[in-house]
């Protein structure tokens, strides 16, 4: 497995190490980023099959 792979399997659990590294990205995206909106693997820190990816994509932007 690759590193590419390493880091991908680290997302999918769902664990207490990992929600407290999503609040503090989230903190800092929210802090240092303002004017962007984060969606996807990067915003919610876990995997998505693509139309999982499309369709969360799809329903943000009838939010803004």
Known sequence: MNLVGIMSLTILFNDDRNNKLLKEYQKLAKASYEKYIFGGRLADYKYYDMNDTIE?????????
């Open 56 to 64: 969360a994509a799809l329903l943000l932007e009838k939010k803004i």
